[in-house]
């Protein structure tokens, strides 16, 4: 009865609810940015960073980070700040895991109603 019961806590404690979705960490392919964008870690937060330029992988703009200080806002939801390099702005911005290989991104100024949708689709590496 105790090793029955010791294998069903260890499942459990490394069970993943079936609806769980990755998170968004990795190479994302961002069409509207002409660039493939890595999402990692950066202190208690998420961001992103230019590491290649679709049209022109010799481009200056890798290295640049255009997702700033998203945290979690529950449900496979963040917040934080987009950049657009081909706007030269910066909005607040929401991004969802749409699933385990589609980003949806959510840009706006204001509320999230005054924005745009982006889709972003996983990069093979």
């Given amino acids: ?21 990755e998170g968004p960490e990795g190479r994302w392919i961002a069409p509207e940015e002409d660039a ?13 960073t230019v590491v290649e330029i679709l049209s022109n992988p010799g481009d200056a ?25 081909a706007k030269d702005k910066s909005y607040d911005c929401n991004i969802e895991m749409l699933d385990a290989n589609r980003l ?9 109603l005054f924005g745009e949708t982006l889709v972003w689709e996983r990069a093979l590496e």
Avoid: H, Q
Wanted: charged residues 10%; positive net charge.
């Fill in 61 to 85: 703009g890798t290295g640049t980070r255009i997702l700033i200080g998203f945290e979690s806002s529950g449900a496979g939801t963040w917040s934080g700040t987009a950049y657009s390099r």
């Fill in 36 to 48: 493939v964008v890595e999402i990692a870690p950066c202190g208690d937060a998420l961001c992103g």
């Fill in 104 to 112: 949806k991104l959510r840009p706006y100024v204001g509320i999230p």
């Fill in 1 to 21: 009865m105790r090793i029955a019961s010791a294998v069903c806590v260890a499942a459990l404690a490394f069970a993943v609810p079936a609806n769980a979705l």
